[in-house]
C-alpha cells in the first residue's frame, strides 16, 4: 500500500498570495493516477485535480497540479478567500484509495 | 445534477449496530462503483468501503473488515452500509462517494455525509 506524506502541515499565507503544497509517496504512482481534494470547514472534499495535473470540471485555472513518479505538487496561484481549506492528495491508482493526512492553507 | 445524500447517522453505544443509507440521483446509479469514506473528528479522510456496479466486487478497510457490510439497490438508486460491533473509533462523518467510470477509487461526487458518534 502507498503512503502519502503532504508537506507542510499547515500553510499561512495572505490573499493574493501563492501556495505550494507537496505530496510525497513511498513508491512511484502507477499513470500518475494522483488526485487533488479541497474540503472546506463543514463540507465534504471536492475533487480539484486528477491524473496528477488534469483540472476537475469548474475548477479555476489558478489550481494546477504538477509532478510524477513520488513526487508531486499542488499549485494555487492568486489565493481567493474561498480557497483557505484544508487540502488532501489521492493515490487512485489501486486498492484501496489512500488519502494524504492534509495540509491546511489559511490566512495569515 | 449529481446528487449523494446520506442518512441514518447518530448516536449509539458501543458494540451496537447501525445502517447508513446513500440516496442517489442525476446519474445512471447501475453503473458506477460507490464508496463509504469516513472522516473522524479534527482528522483526516479515510477510505471504509468499495462496491462495484454489480456488487459483485466488495473492498473493505482493515479497520471495518468483518464487522461492517457494504451492500447497493440499483432499483432503488441506494447505497448502504451496515455497521456492526461499532467502537469509539468509528465515531466520524461517513461520506458517500460516487467513483469515476474505470477508475473505482477516484471520487468525483460526495454527499454531505452523516454523523456517527459512538458513545456510552
Known amino acids: 500500500e502507498i503512503v502519502l506524506t503532504q508537506s507542510p502541515g499547515t500553510l499561512s499565507l495572505s490573499p493574493g498570495g501563492r501556495a505550494t503544497l507537496s505530496c510525497r509517496a513511498s513508491q512511484s504512482v502507477s499513470s500518475n493516477y494522483l488526485a487533488w481534494y479541497q474540503q472546506k470547514p463543514g463540507q465534504a472534499p471536492r475533487l480539484l485535480i486528477y491524473g496528477a495535473s488534469t483540472r476537475a470540471t469548474g475548477i479555476p485555472d489558478r489550481f494546477s497540479g504538477s509532478g510524477s513518479g513520488t513526487d508531486f505538487t499542488l499549485t494555487i496561484t492568486r489565493l481567493e478567500p474561498e480557497d483557505f481549506a484544508v487540502y488532501y492528495c489521492q493515490h487512485y491508482g489501486a486498492s484501496p484509495g489512500t488519502f494524504g493526512q492534509g495540509t491546511k492553507v489559511e490566512i495569515k | 445534477e449529481v446528487q449523494l445524500v446520506e442518512s441514518g447517522g447518530g448516536l449509539v453505544k458501543p458494540g451496537r449496530s447501525l445502517r447508513l443509507s446513500c440516496a442517489a440521483s442525476g446519474f445512471t446509479f447501475s453503473t458506477y462503483t460507490m464508496n463509504w469514506v469516513r472522516q473522524a473528528p479534527g482528522k483526516g479522510l479515510e477510505w471504509v468501503s468499495s462496491?462495484?456496479?454489480?456488487?459483485?466486487?466488495?473492498y473493505y478497510a482493515d479497520s471495518v473488515k468483518g464487522r461492517f457490510t457494504i451492500s447497493r439497490d440499483n432499483a432503488k438508486n441506494s447505497l448502504y452500509l451496515q455497521m456492526n460491533s461499532l467502537r469509539a473509533e468509528d465515531t466520524a462523518v461517513y461520506y458517500c462517494?460516487?467513483?469515476?467510470?474505470?477508475?473505482?477509487?477516484?471520487?468525483?461526487?460526495w454527499g454531505q455525509g452523516t454523523l456517527v458518534t459512538v458513545s456510552s
Open positions: 462517494a460516487k467513483a469515476v467510470r474505470f477508475l473505482e477509487w477516484l471520487f468525483d461526487y
Open positions: 462496491i462495484s456496479s454489480s456488487g459483485s466486487s466488495i
